[in-house]
């Protein structure tokens, strides 16, 4: 049961908390992409691609940071090309566009945000139903007697209009809230980090794993 407790927690916040980090970074980087290839064309838009290419790959490490906890197992961190010893200015602050990771990088914050939102509706939503449907008896029959509440649901679907069948109707779906959160928040968990996964990070090589980093 802890272990449980511990799954559904782990995901239900990987899935919450994830929001906000996907709608940062489909922020940053379509802004940022936008307006580099705006000037590209007098190669002003070159370190500003190279500022969102190197915001992305931290916003990433972040993502991946998170990743084991949802998986269950480490992942590894793709290698990014680091500037030559003796590499000039330009060089270095166009250093993180030389990786072909960056590329997967910046195309996560896009491809990932709405993925992000599926997974953060499913998850308040099936969480909400759960709380409101279980204290439903607490409140419902409060709700009952409101005006208007002739027409509810239970009432449109033909099992009446009472305040008893009101308050057993929303209980119940409570209760199958309930047995479908786990299940539910995992799935959705799974598909973000799945996403994630395939994108930000690479398989294993020789039985090393590379942690995450910040670099």
Known sequence: MTTLRHRLATDTRYTL??????????????????AGLGTAIVFAGL??????????RHLADLERVALPGVLGRPVARPPY???PARAGRLRRTLNPLASGQAVMDLLYAIVGFPIALL???????????????????????????????EESLP???????????????????GVLFALTLVPVVRGA???K???????????????????????
Not at 22 to 29: G, I, K, R
Not at 123 to 144: K, N
Request: hydrophobic fraction near 65%.
């Open 155 to 173: 009432r449109l679907l033909g099992l009446g209009g009472d305040a008893v069948t009101f308050v057993v109707f929303n209980t119940v779906a």
């Open 81 to 83: 090309r680091p500037a």
């Open 119 to 149: 997974a953060s509706i499913l998850t308040a939503v099936w969480w909400a139903g759960t709380i409101a449907g279980l204290t439903f008896p607490l409140y419902g029959w409060f709700l009952a007697a409101l005006p208007g509440m």
């Open 47 to 56: 370190p500003v691609l190279a500022a969102t290419a190197a915001m992305a």
């Open 189 to 191: 968990a799974l598909l």
């Open 17 to 34: 908390l994830g929001l906000p980090a996907a709608v940062v970074s489909f922020a940053v980087v379509v802004v940022g992409i936008s």
């Open 193 to 215: 980090a799945s996403l994630a996964q395939a994108m930000l990070t690479r398989a294993p090589s020789d039985g090393v794993v590379a942690e995450p980093r910040f670099a």
